[in-house]
């Protein structure tokens, strides 16, 4: 049984990183076959996909558009983790956040329990 | 992006009631249309992949079925622990992109 298990603080100063981590066990983050995603929620914007990784002989990274200057997702094989840096916050991003396996053909299947993410001062 | 809208917004309805849920892609998507579940304080569950495809352990009740721009979600028969929130999500390109949810509520 797939399970993510989500790390991170639920405050963070305006312009600061917003870091979150993503424990993975029943599968491997080096898996040919899975990506792993960030996806978050707000009344606002709804359920918004921010970007994620995989790997495929090598890691590739993809993101949207919309955060792709200030977004990074890495894998941490040592650990079977991967993590979420968002810069220069502000409080649009105040969201709930959570990360997500997808395997090829198919969307996100499995969820971590979503981490309430406030940005204020 | 693909543009995702959903509709209606939310919907009223009693157990026992047959309801349909639509979603319309800004441009074609093929089949590559799938369709959530969320409860309050909760993460969205997968009920249905590639648009019609039924995720293992989800009731028969559950349907879903288009192509190319307009998919339709289908409960047959509501069940009490089906009021919740839907969504649909397009990854047929990236950005991935949901609709805005339909929030389905007793009447």
């Known amino acids: 049984q797939v399970q993510l298990q989500q790390s991170g603080p639920g405050l963070v100063r305006p312009s600061q990183t917003l870091s979150l981590t993503c424990a993975v066990s029943g599968d491997s983050v080096s898996s040919n076959r899975a990506a792993w995603n960030w996806i978050r929620q707000s009344p606002s914007r709804g359920l918004e996909w921010l970007g994620r990784?995989?790997?495929?002989?090598?890691?590739?990274?993809e993101y949207a558009p919309a955060v792709k200057s200030r977004i990074s997702i890495s894998p941490d094989t040592s650990r079977n983790q991967f993590s979420l840096q968002l810069n220069s916050v502000t409080p649009e991003d105040t969201a709930v956040y959570y990360c997500a396996r997808d395997t090829t053909g198919w969307p996100p299947d499995y969820w971590g329990q979503g981490t309430l993410v406030t940005v204020s001062s | 992006a693909i543009q995702m809208t959903q509709s209606p917004s939310s919907l009223s309805a009693s157990v026992g009631d047959r309801v349909t849920i639509t979603c319309r892609a800004s441009?074609?998507?093929?089949?590559?249309l799938n369709w959530y579940q969320q409860k309050p304080g909760k993460a969205p569950n997968l009920l249905i992949y590639?648009?019609?495809n039924l995720q293992p352990e989800v009731p028969s009740r559950f349907s879903g079925s288009g192509s190319g721009t307009d998919f339709t979600l289908t409960i047959s028969s509501l069940q009490p622990e089906d009021f919740a929130t839907y969504y649909c999500l397009q990854d047929y390109r990236n950005p991935f992109t949901f609709g805005q949810g339909t929030k389905l509520e007793i009447k």
């Open positions: 441009q074609g998507i093929t089949n590559d």
């Open positions: 990784t995989y790997y495929r002989a090598k890691w590739s990274t």
């Open positions: 590639s648009a019609s």
